[in-house]
């Protein structure tokens, strides 16, 4: 099993809503940032990633849980967990959380989205490229 890799976030005034909190969508968009990240700090280049080539990644679920209102300043980290399904697709899994300063964490939401790689022109499955593979396993 591979270690979580940690994302450390401030909540921005552009991620809330007409209610101050954190709007739904964002939610998600926060925890693909992490993603991001993720993939970055294992050293894939994100702009041949995500331009596209020989294969894309898209999503093709995301759901997201939400325990505790986030709110512009608030200081969060997006834990994420990356799991191998099958030889095209994975699914990361997200926990979102307020670090107390007593050292204790405090969930604020949960998260998953899935992935699966195709073939961009065709559009049916091809199995994941060895970077990605290797990046699941850290």
Not at 28 to 34: G, M, N, P, Q, R
Not at 77 to 94: G, H, M, N, W
Request: contains cysteine; proline residues 4%; negative net charge.
């Amino acid at each position: 099993m591979n270690l979580p890799f940690i994302y450390d976030r401030t909540i921005h005034f552009c991620d809330t809503d007409a209610a101050g909190v954190v709007y739904f969508a964002n939610g998600l968009s926060i925890c693909h940032e992490a993603y991001e990240a993720s993939l970055a700090a294992s050293g894939i280049e994100l702009q041949s990633f995500f331009r596209g080539g020989a294969i894309a990644v898209p999503i093709t679920h995301a759901s997201i849980d939400f325990f505790k209102p986030m709110i512009c300043g608030d200081r969060i980290a997006v834990s994420l967990v990356k799991t191998l399904l099958s030889p095209d697709s994975f699914q990361i899994e997200y926990q979102l959380f307020f670090d107390l300063e007593s050292g204790e964490k405090k969930a604020i939401a949960k998260a998953l989205t899935k992935h699966v790689c195709i073939n961009p022109i065709t559009r049916k499955r091809f199995n994941l490229p060895q970077d990605i593979l290797e990046w699941l396993t850290i």
